[in-house]
């Protein structure tokens, strides 16, 4: 029997409502293709959680996915702690408050504490709020940036950071373990508590105790920002009013939590149509920055003017560089000190530390790792990180990727330098002369269902066994294999141990410094390649011909490696 039929079998049983059952039933009659694709495996729990379109069936999102992965987590709870405590947040997505009311039943039915949110919340507020309440586990119902049909169950541990090795396969571990059978729904509502409003309170008077560290006449700066239709409708506002940005305009149309993302081209900062609207208010406003969150709050994307005065979206790779240079000229940079990014994002980052003689930490893409650095290096202080996918954290009160406090940061760093007769792009120019002119561009190939999953792993499997010889015209010096944790120079021949957790990721790296690095998203069924080239930059003058040339090689390598 296939794997389809025994789940039909098992999805058409009593162990499943009636509703669930009814709908199993007209798929596969009305939509052979849409069955399959919801019966032909399980969802996967992957190391930070699970995502993906909902809908009924083992490889859907739906109350029973959600639920096996919360009687796991109980389990675990309840084996590690007799008077264990979680607290659940939620984005705005369709399904979200329901599907969170089910999970905080499932815990509650299993003896733990649970505190929930009235409503939709940012994700860095439940990362927050697990330290703040002395949790051992927080969950936010939340798809991230992905489109209106996906939904997601992220998991955080006791320290406020999203659940790495052991815990995350032991989670795993446990959730196969776990039949539909055994997910207890039965609420105990003596267990299930609203969180209070101190929680946000603390959490933006934190945010203004970390980021507020310009020094400039802060009612000056002209700020644009949307919430597209996510979580930081309300926390953002008041944070940027209360640090003293009284100059707010926001995409009026775009305000309203909205889970079918009715007025934005694009849910996701990293796509250049998601700002549109909010850019077209900023010149009805002369405004000097754009800002826009994703859903939950946990991501952000900028527009600012760029040298001929038109407003020019800010990757993540070059936010992330001049809000790393601006932390560490108002820090105290010593021995004790670090800051961190990730393998795939800028080499920027690395050249920046050189110079400032501070610590760096690279770790694999995805923000827990960062956030686990903060838990590894105890006796160091970090001062800030980010990656390339429009994620950046600034101090440690918070464990995850911070929008909010980060769409602070930038606010500081556009008001000082906007009063000294400058701007964040000339900032990003200067950066540019002094570290050197390092330019990124990521592009995504989607490959959905089954055969994209077997598409995306030949590719990556094809270019570990035919590597290119060059990058552009220059020659290949490294080949960082992630999956094998083997770093080869290929000048000496010398073999080196990547000391990281091992991952379907291929690197190459050119004498120059070019780099090209491809791996599958963990989150979507897609493929991913990182681009990144440099040259040097010795003034402003220079700067429109360099970067030209740098698009032209950004070009060329995307021709090189996917055609």
Same mark, same amino acid.
């Given at each position: ?195 209070? %409003?101190?929680?946000?309170? +603390?959490? #933006? ?6 980021? =507020? *560290?310009?020094?400039? @006449? ?117 021995? %004790?000190?670090?800051?961190? +990014?990730? #393998? ?6 690395? =050249? *920046?530390?050189?110079? @400032? ?207």
């Amino acid at each position: 029997m296939s794997k389809i039929s025994e789940n039909e079998i098992v999805w058409t049983s009593n162990l499943f409502d009636r509703d669930t059952q009814d709908k199993v039933k007209y798929l596969k009659k009305n939509d052979l293709e849409e069955f399959e694709d919801s019966f032909y495996k399980d969802l996967e729990f992957g190391t930070g959680g699970m995502r993906g379109v909902m809908g009924v069936g083992p490889n859907r999102v739906n109350k029973y996915t959600f639920g096996r992965n919360t009687q796991a987590i109980s389990n675990i709870l309840n084996t590690l702690s007799k008077d264990s405590s979680v607290v659940i947040g939620h984005d705005c997505r369709n399904n979200s408050r329901e599907l969170s009311l089910i999970v905080a039943d499932i815990f509650s039915a299993n003896n733990i504490k649970t505190y929930i949110f009235d409503s939709l919340r940012p994700t860095p507020l439940i990362s927050y709020a697990v330290r703040k309440l002395n949790c051992k586990c927080g969950i936010v119902l939340t798809a991230s940036h992905n489109p209106p049909e996906y939904n997601g169950y992220k998991v955080y541990w006791s320290d406020g950071g999203q659940i790495v090795p052991p815990i995350d396969e032991n989670i795993i571990t446990e959730i196969s373990k776990t039949d539909y059978s055994e997910i207890n729904f039965n609420s105990n509502p003596q267990l299930i508590e609203l969180v209070d %409003n101190k929680i946000e309170d +603390s959490f #933006v008077n934190d945010s203004i105790d970390t980021a =507020k *560290i310009g020094d400039s @006449n802060r009612k000056n700066l002209k700020i644009v920002f949307t919430a597209l239709h996510g979580t930081s409708h309300i926390i953002i506002p008041e944070i940027l009013n209360k640090a003293g940005y009284s100059k707010l305009f926001c995409v009026d149309s775009q305000m309203n939590p909205d889970g079918n993302f009715s007025n934005v081209n694009s849910s996701n900062p990293e796509d250049p149509d998601s700002l549109n609207e909010a850019i077209n208010l900023a010149k009805v406003h002369d405004a000097d920055l754009v800002i826009g969150t994703d859903p939950d709050a946990d991501r952000f994307g900028i527009a600012v003017k760029n040298l001929s005065g038109d407003y020019e979206l800010i990757n993540g790779n070059q936010s992330m560089c001049v809000m790393t240079d601006y932390i560490l000229t108002k820090s105290k940079i010593d021995k %004790n000190s670090f800051i961190a +990014s990730t #393998v795939v994002s800028t080499p920027m980052m690395s =050249k *920046i530390a050189s110079i @400032n003689n501070i610590k760096i930490e690279l770790s694999l893409t995805g923000f827990k790792w960062i956030g686990k650095m903060i838990n590894d290096f105890k006796d160091l202080k970090f001062l800030g990180g980010g990656e390339e996918s429009f994620g950046y954290l600034i101090g440690d009160f918070v464990r995850d990727k911070d929008a909010l406090t980060s769409s602070l940061l930038i606010s500081e760093i556009c008001s000082e330098f906007k009063a000294k007769g400058s701007s964040f792009y000339e900032r990003m120019i200067d950066c540019y002369i002094k570290y050197g002119f390092f330019k990124e561009k990521l592009y995504t190939l989607k490959k959905e269902g089954k055969k994209g999953a077997l598409e995306i792993t030949n590719i990556i499997s094809n270019l570990k066994l035919n590597p290119p010889d060059k990058l552009l015209d220059d020659e290949v010096l490294f080949i960082e294999d992630y999956e094998s944790s083997i770093k080869m120079n290929l000048e000496t021949d010398e073999k080196s141990t990547i000391n990281l957790p091992k991952t379907n990721m291929i690197i190459f790296e050119s004498k120059k410094g070019f780099k090209v690095a491809v791996r599958p998203s963990g989150t979507e069924p897609k493929i991913k390649y990182y681009f990144s080239v440099n040259c040097s930059l010795n003034n402003k003058s220079e700067f429109l011909q360099k970067n030209k040339l740098l698009d032209e090689k950004l070009n060329q390598l995307l021709i090189d490696f996917t055609n």
